[in-house]
C-alpha cells in the first residue's frame, strides 16, 4: 500500500528543498514477487527527484505471523538482492533496513555487503559489526505537534545528493 500522504509529503519537502528518499516495507516471498515490490515502487517514485535511498525494509512482525516468517536465510537474502538490483538498475541508491536480528540472524550478510545499510537499534551507541549509513537511535521520541511519543529518529552518516 502507498502511504496516502507520500505525494503531499514529497512535494512539501521539494518545495522546501528537504532531500528525499523512499521507504518500502517488504512481504515479497519470492524473487518475482520483490522485483514487483520494486517496480511498484519506482512507479510511485518517478515523478520526484530522489536523493536519498530506495530503501528495502523486512523485519519479523512481533506477536503475529508475516508472509516472510518461514523463508530461509538463501532465500530472504535472494530477494533483497533482487529488489535492490532492480533499484539500482533504475538509476537509485538501493538501501536496506532492519534491525539486529533481522541483519544478523536472517541475512547472508556476506552476500550484501555492496549495498547500504539503515540500521535500527535503540540505545545510546550502536552494536552492528558491518558498516551501516543510517542509524536509527530510537523509536519513542517526542515532537511538538505530534501526539505521544512515536517518532523515529535517525542519523545519516552521508550526505546525499
Not at 522485483?35 to 512481533?62: G, H, M, N, Q, R
Not at 538482492?81 to 532492519?98: L, Q, R, T, V
Request: proline share 3%; with cysteine.
Amino acid at each position: 500500500n502507498t502511504d496516502s500522504s507520500f505525494d503531499t509529503f514529497a512535494k512539501d519537502a521539494i518545495k522546501y528543498n528537504i532531500k528525499i528518499g523512499a521507504y518500502f516495507f517488504s512481504s515479497a516471498i519470492t524473487k518475482q514477487e520483490a522485483i514487483e515490490e520494486a517496480d511498484y515502487v519506482l512507479d510511485i517514485i518517478k515523478p520526484y527527484k530522489i536523493t536519498y535511498p530506495v530503501v528495502i525494509d523486512f523485519e519479523e512482525i512481533s506477536g503475529d505471523s508475516y508472509r516472510q516468517e518461514n523463508l530461509t536465510t538463501e532465500e530472504l537474502t535472494d530477494i533483497i538482492i533482487a529488489f535492490c538490483d532492480k533499484i539500482e538498475k533504475a538509476g537509485y541508491k538501493p538501501m536496506i533496513y532492519s534491525n539486529l536480528k533481522g541483519f544478523v540472524g536472517r541475512l547472508d550478510l556476506t552476500r550484501l555487503e555492496k549495498y547500504e545499510k539503515w540500521f535500527a537499534y535503540y540505545s545510546d551507541t550502536p552494536y552492528f559489526p558491518y558498516e551501516f549509513s543510517i542509524w536509527q537511535y530510537t523509536e519513542s521520541a517526542k515532537l511538538d505537534g505530534v501526539s505521544g511519543n512515536t517518532i523515529d529518529l535517525n542519523i545519516s552518516f552521508k550526505d546525499y545528493n
